[in-house]
């Protein structure tokens, strides 16, 4: 496969730019075996039944953007991409010179950050003092919005941009498809008899990564840590016993669920994975999925023509870009039927 198969003209005017008013409010393109329909988020409860299991990904996104200055008085603006300890971290770093291994800059005016190295694209940076990193963040940090998002994080973000649900701390992108669910909906679909079960995968910035290698195959992957719990592993057990779907609200539930049953059968437990999932994946565990729509020529895209057929899912985008759909992080959402190996 070529990466120009998964390329599509996107308007520019269908990237959105803010959330609908209320969670929830978004359109909802169903894809299966009859065909595609045009339908509302709340039209969801319709769409599952009793027994069906959904699966969130409960992962907070940390206020991982901060700016500061060097002894030189150059400007420096820090993207933490993961906490490593409650010190150190991997990071970004975007300066008129990139930072030397041994050298220090402050953030915020306040905090002192050391230099300790580099690991491939990222740097290994200690934020000095008593306080943890993520106390740090949480002081002088700014929500990390979306490449493709122009505007500067605000309040609405702050709320928005994170799911209702949203518990570990550690991502650095929001699990989008999660974001359209309020309290309400949720307490909907229980009352209808669908299970809520949850994991955890840190969403990395490698996310928002167009595939700029000419084959598919020769794309390298970025690393994210997951967790999926054994009480998730028993709920998706009965669920199947009984005849009901695993539904996964986003492609990182989706990632975390197939990288755990990796060996082929699904286990508890927590790691790094960098599953790339293309056409021709065979699907272990994940039967409907619902998810935002998606970057053209990205690994999200790939990952999505695999689950609901090439040729489905690109008509697909073809009729959400005809019929004006919202795409992105804060846009509208497709829930797609696994098409049978």
Do not use: W
Not at 69 to 90: F, I, N, P, T, Y
Not at 176 to 205: P, S
Not at 332 to 337: G, P, Y
Request: proline share 5%; with cysteine; aromatic share 8%.
């Amino acid at each position: 496969m070529r990466t120009d198969d998964f390329d599509f003209e996107l308007p520019e005017h269908l990237i959105a730019q803010h959330p609908p008013a209320q969670r929830g409010g978004s359109r909802l393109l169903h894809v299966g075996p009859a065909g595609m329909s045009d339908r509302m988020f709340s039209d969801l409860p319709q769409l599952l039944r009793a027994g069906d299991l959904l699966v969130l990904n409960d992962t907070r996104v940390l206020k991982a953007r901060l700016f500061g200055q060097k002894a030189s008085g150059g400007q420096v603006e820090v993207m933490v991409e993961r906490v490593l300890d409650e010190h150190e971290v991997l990071a970004q770093v975007r300066a008129s010179k990139s930072p030397k291994t041994g050298s220090t800059f402050k953030v915020a005016d306040a905090v002192e950050v050391s230099v300790l190295g580099r690991r491939d694209e990222f740097f290994h940076l200690r934020f000095e003092g008593d306080a943890p990193v993520e106390a740090v963040l949480e002081r002088y940090g700014k929500l990390p919005l979306p490449p493709y998002i122009t505007h500067a994080a605000g309040e609405e973000d702050e709320e928005r941009y994170q799911t209702v649900f949203a518990r570990e701390q550690g991502a650095v992108a929001a699990p989008t498809a999660g974001l359209h669910f309020d309290e309400a909906m949720l307490d909907n679909l229980r009352e209808q008899g669908v299970e809520v079960a949850t994991v955890t995968l840190h969403v990395g910035a490698g996310t928002f990564k167009p595939v700029r290698a000419d084959r598919v195959a020769d794309h390298v992957m970025h690393s994210e840590r997951y967790t999926v719990p054994q009480a998730t592993v028993d709920a998706i057990a009965l669920a199947k016993a009984n005849g009901g779907r695993v539904v996964s609200v986003g492609t990182t539930s989706l990632r975390a669920l197939e990288s755990a049953a990796a060996g082929g059968e699904l286990k508890a437990g927590s790691g790094e994975t960098n599953i790339f999932i293309t056409p021709g994946y065979r699907f272990k565990v994940v039967d409907v999925l619902l998810t935002n729509f998606h970057l053209p020529r990205s690994t999200l895209l790939m990952l999505v023509c695999a689950f609901g057929g090439m040729d489905d899912l690109l008509q697909a985008y073809r009729h959400a870009v005809e019929q004006n759909y919202r795409f992105f992080s804060y846009g509208d959402a497709m829930l797609i039927q696994r098409k049978p190996d």
